[in-house]
């Protein structure tokens, strides 16, 4: 993610990407989960969307918590149990930026 083949760096593009996301969502509940060769959920599901977003930007400098790798089974695992509630929405959706 930090490869440079789109300005700045991947994982940038990929935060950018994530916080245009966010303001479409407003009165939605999100979670956030962080991943690479491991994966673990950063945010339960909240309508707090601005402290989401500062969780994406501070995702940048915390990639020393993620083990190196590309394991998308563990994330989307991660993000289907972090949707697993009782109060569940109508419609769920898990997105990848990468």
Do not use: C, H, Y
């Amino acid at each position: 993610m930090t490869a440079t083949d789109v300005a700045p760096s991947r994982a940038r593009a990929a935060a950018q990407g994530l916080r245009g996301l966010l303001d479409n969502l407003d009165g939605n509940r999100v979670g956030l989960v962080a991943f690479a060769g491991t994966a673990f959920v950063r945010s339960p599901l909240t309508v707090d969307l601005p402290a989401v977003a500062n969780l994406i930007d501070r995702a940048q400098g915390e990639a020393p918590l993620v083990q190196a790798g590309t394991d998308f089974r563990n994330a989307i695992d991660s993000a289907l149990a972090l949707l697993a509630v009782a109060d569940r929405a109508g419609a769920q959706a898990i997105d990848r930026k990468s």
